[in-house]
């Protein structure tokens, strides 16, 4: 699998929104780009996806670079309830395994 | 919601003891995998399985052994514990969608070996 780079920790006020950048400058045509969470004592929770173009959902938004050589993770709305870590993966798509990093470990200060 | 069971939750047991981790899920999913944590550390993939009677090693090795007889069944097995398998073991499942498949994971079962 490809590798990602993450920032280590960040932190965020409540109600801010949180930006998580992610590295990916060896990504091939047939890579696509997932984030998953884990928060404390719990499995990891996939978050969000995708391939070139950006993707909203109820979670979050995920913006890709023109390149694809980076993304971002928006947590529009930050809550206690978001400090975990967030794992940004490449999976080919004709992978069905995960390769977890070490992740960015998110603080959000109430 | 996805719908993966793990048990037990946590597992304290001494060295030498067999032990076998049970994991469970009702969604139907071909794919069934289980990752290792330590505390503040990384997951790794220790096993998969794509399907009934098929399993596969994960990228780290691991002593344990699993077994796919029923779709939605995937335990796992330590044939004789020891204080390094002290560990959190993750199960997680996915669907057959190439490449997009979301994994859905259960809460772990958090083994210490005394």
């Known amino acids: 699998d490809a590798k990602t780079t993450q920032p280590n920790s960040m932190e965020s006020n409540e109600e801010e929104p949180v930006h998580l950048p992610c590295n990916h400058s060896t990504i091939s045509g047939t890579d696509y780009i997932h984030w998953y969470r884990q928060l404390p004592s719990q499995g990891p929770e996939y978050v969000i996806h995708g391939l070139t173009s950006n993707v909203n959902n109820r979670m979050a938004s995920l913006a890709i670079a023109e390149d694809r050589k980076s993304s971002t993770l928006i947590l529009h709305r930050a809550t206690l309830r978001d400090a975990a870590v967030y794992y940004c993966?490449?999976?080919?798509?004709?992978?069905?395994?995960?390769?977890f990093g070490a992740g960015t470990t998110v603080t959000v200060r109430a | 919601e996805a719908d993966i069971y793990q048990t037990p939750r946590y597992l304290v047991i001494g060295t030498g003891k067999k032990i076998t981790l049970e994991c469970s899920q009702t969604?139907?999913?071909?794919?069934m995998y289980w990752y290792q944590q330590d505390p503040g550390m990384e997951l790794h993939l220790i096993h998969y399985?794509?399907?009934?009677?098929?399993?596969e090693k994960g990228d780290l090795s691991s002593e344990s052994t699993v077994s796919r007889i029923r779709t939605e069944h995937f335990p796992l097995t330590l044939e004789s514990a020891r204080p390094s398998h002290t560990s959190q073991y993750l199960c997680?499942?996915?669907?057959?969608?190439?490449?997009?498949?979301?994994?859905?994971f259960g809460n772990g079962t958090r083994l210490t070996v005394t």
């Open positions: 997680a499942s996915s669907e057959t969608r190439q490449g997009v498949s979301p994994l859905h």
């Open positions: 993966i490449l999976r080919d798509v004709n992978d069905y395994k995960l390769s």
């Open positions: 399985s794509y399907g009934v009677n098929s399993t």
């Open positions: 969604m139907g999913h071909d794919k």
